[in-house]
């Protein structure tokens, strides 16, 4: 069973930038994706990466200011976030999907990170 470990969340200042890192334990999925969930929302679709492919996807909050990615030799995936906005904090959540190519509905991932807090102060 793939395990996900997150690492680099962390507070920032508004219009400054965090890359995010995803480690799976093995890869034995299709795509992996980043959700966030602020609190007293629901959680948010971000972005997702087909692994063998590399086709991207992005939700429309951080299409041209994120970018996800990933070094198949690591089976690490990254999230690369640049001109932040203190509407995008929350926690952030690496997902993987063994069956879907490039899913954005969390329905679709059947393995979760623990989550990593991304704070965004204006």
Do not use: H
Request: charged content about 20%; glycine content about 10%.
């Amino acid at each position: 069973q793939v395990q996900l470990v997150e690492s680099g969340g962390g507070s920032v200042q508004a219009g400054g930038s965090l890359r995010l890192s995803c480690a799976a334990s093995e890869r034995t999925f299709s795509a992996m994706g980043w959700f966030r969930q602020a609190p007293g929302k629901e959680r948010e679709f971000v972005a997702a990466i087909n692994w063998s492919g590399g086709s991207t996807l992005y939700g429309d909050s951080v299409k041209g200011r994120f970018t996800i990615s990933r070094d198949n030799a690591k089976n690490t995936m990254y999230l690369q976030m640049n001109s932040l906005r203190p509407e995008d904090t929350a926690a952030y959540y690496c997902a993987a999907s063994t069956y879907y190519l490039l899913p954005s509905s969390q329905r679709k991932y059947d393995r979760w990170g623990q989550g990593t807090q991304v704070t965004v102060a204006s």
